[in-house]
């Protein structure tokens, strides 16, 4: 019962890791790929990953995939407003 | 004999461009193989090197129309599907939507499936008795006056709504008759109602009048005595060594919270609810899931890097979109394609009105007009290297 109480979205199997990057580390990000954050995937700020995180519009996502193909990989999504 | 954490070393020097369960299952690999043939340091250096340089080989080039490949990878097998399969394997009670009609819906991103499922996992407590799994399903279960009925009469010479209930059905619905006519008191404040035994004599108060009462009746047939709404009928199945309870039809965010259910593994086939519960990336997960599900349903293989593909362009918005006019197609930045696709007048006319400019960047504009496609070798543009002037630093 205390484990039905606590239960977060992320607990859901469907659901990856989500983590907001700090400043410097979405400067990196976006170097790196030589990219504008306006060409990122986006996620809406009503997502309830966004919601449980309490991510800002401008913040960048990074969600850690699971995959058959390569194990574990990183997508970047950028809050966008709904 | 080299040891095992200098070859996880090399792999880890040497392979750092290399996904994580190919470095995993290289450098078991490699450990299996070095005891067995007693490899040398320069050799395994060697093996690793061919196998990164294998790998590269391996990657999808720039400029290779993925796109185009898994439309082609997905419509391919998608001929071949049956066209209509209803019945899941072990299933057999309740209805599902298989084959091309499947994939259809989920490709269209219909905002409810024609046939909602819901796969309902128990936790630890009610997961291993198949008494404990009915508890939770009764729970679940929608149950209206009208499924429970073994027949209903108005009577309009007397004005009354008589429903005479089955006690079978009623014994495994876990109702009992005092709870059915309070829950009906408290909903219906204009009727009154009396039980007699197994029956049930609904009064309207005040109006006399044949087509209120008529109303009142309908209403009170299918109004949900317990249960989730959306939800109807439940089957108990065997997994393995655990129960799971399927419905007919879903409602994700309220079975999540139901006491006996484990909130962690349960599933709905709607991927919009998934979306609007779990949030866009297990939309994602659960379009991949559901696609390749129907696919090896109908015996079909196609690779997932497809699959994840059409799903990640689905996804790419942050809200689950269909591929096609309404969606992915109708968001192309160029106006000739869009135009080219479906609709073509109205987005010419649109696109003169607003002042449209078409930059010529993707497949379908140029193959329009003529010119090499962007893709492959036709991505590479010259591109000339001015002499660089001295930088004026010093003065």
């Given at each position: 019962m205390t484990a039905k109480k606590s239960f977060t979205i992320f607990d859901h199997v469907l659901v990856p890791e989500h983590r907001v990057l700090s400043e410097e580390e979405k400067g990196e990000l976006l170097k790196k790929y030589n990219i504008k954050p306006s060409q990122l995937p986006q996620i809406k700020t009503s997502d309830p990953a966004v919601q449980a995180l309490d991510a800002k519009p401008g913040d960048i996502i990074e969600i850690k995939r699971k995959s058959p193909t390569a194990g574990v990989y990183y997508y970047y999504r950028i809050v966008v407003e709904d | 004999m080299v040891s095992q954490s200098t070859i996880k070393k090399l792999v880890e020097k040497k392979a750092s461009n290399l996904p994580e369960r190919l470095r995993e299952e290289l450098f078991e690999k490699l450990?299996?193989?070095?005891?067995?043939?007693?490899l040398k340091k320069a050799e395994i250096e060697a093996i690793i090197d061919e196998v990164v340089q294998e790998y590269e080989q391996a990657l999808v080039e720039p400029g290779e129309a993925v796109g185009t490949v898994t439309a082609q990878s997905i419509g391919e097998p998608s001929t071949q599907m049956t066209l209509n399969t209803f019945?899941?394997?072990?299933?057999?009670?309740?209805?599902?939507?298989?084959?091309?009609?499947?994939?259809?819906?989920?490709?269209?991103?219909?905002?409810?499936?024609?046939?909602?499922?819901?796969?309902?996992?128990?936790?630890?407590?009610?997961?291993y008795s198949s008494e404990k799994a009915?508890?939770?399903?009764?729970?679940?279960?929608?149950?209206?006056?009208?499924?429970?009925?073994?027949s209903m009469t108005l009577d309009i010479l007397n004005m009354e709504f008589v429903v005479d209930i089955d006690p079978e059905r009623l014994e495994k619905s876990g109702l009992t008759m005092e709870k059915i006519q309070a829950k009906i008191e408290r909903s219906f404040k204009s009727a009154e109602i009396e039980t007699e035994g197994t029956t049930i004599i609904i009064r309207l108060k005040k109006a006399k009048n044949v087509s209120t009462l008529r109303r009142l009746a309908d209403k009170v047939k299918k109004h949900r005595?317990?249960?989730?709404?959306?939800?109807?009928?439940?089957?108990?199945?065997?997994?393995?060594?655990?129960?799971?309870?399927?419905?007919?039809?879903?409602?994700?965010?309220?079975?999540?919270?139901?006491?006996?259910?484990?909130?962690?593994?349960?599933?709905?086939?709607?991927?919009?609810?998934?979306?609007?519960?779990?949030?866009?990336?297990?939309?994602?997960?659960?379009?991949?899931?559901?696609?390749?599900?129907?696919?090896?349903?109908?015996?079909?293989?196609?690779?997932?890097?497809?699959?994840?593909?059409?799903?990640?362009?689905?996804?790419?918005?942050?809200i689950v979109r269909?591929?096609?006019?309404?969606g992915i197609v109708g968001t192309k930045a160029s106006v000739l394609a869009r135009a080219a696709f479906e609709i073509t007048v109205q987005h010419l006319l649109q696109a003169a009105e607003r002042g449209e400019l078409d930059p010529l960047n993707g497949v379908v504009e140029n193959v329009l007009i003529g010119q090499p496609v962007p893709v492959g070798t036709g991505i590479v543009r010259l591109a000339m290297k001015l002499p660089i002037k001295k930088a004026v630093k010093e003065e």
């Open positions: - | 450990i299996h193989y070095s005891g067995k043939y007693k019945h899941y394997a072990g299933v057999a009670e309740i209805n599902v939507t298989l084959g091309l009609p499947r994939i259809i819906e989920i490709v269209d991103a219909r905002k409810n499936p024609s046939t909602p499922i819901m796969t309902v996992y128990l936790d630890e407590e009610h997961r009915r508890e939770v399903a009764k729970r679940i279960e929608g149950t209206t006056l009208e499924s429970l009925a073994r005595l317990k249960g989730l709404s959306g939800v109807g009928k439940t089957v108990i199945r065997k997994e393995g060594d655990e129960y799971a309870i399927y419905t007919e039809g879903s409602n994700f965010k309220q079975v999540l919270k139901v006491p006996g259910v484990d909130p962690r593994r349960t599933k709905t086939n709607n991927i919009h609810e998934i979306a609007q519960v779990l949030g866009i990336e297990a939309a994602r997960n659960a379009i991949i899931e559901e696609i390749v599900n129907t696919m090896q349903e109908q015996g079909l293989e196609v690779d997932v890097r497809h699959i994840m593909l059409v799903a990640d362009m689905m996804t790419l918005d942050g269909p591929i096609g006019r309404h």
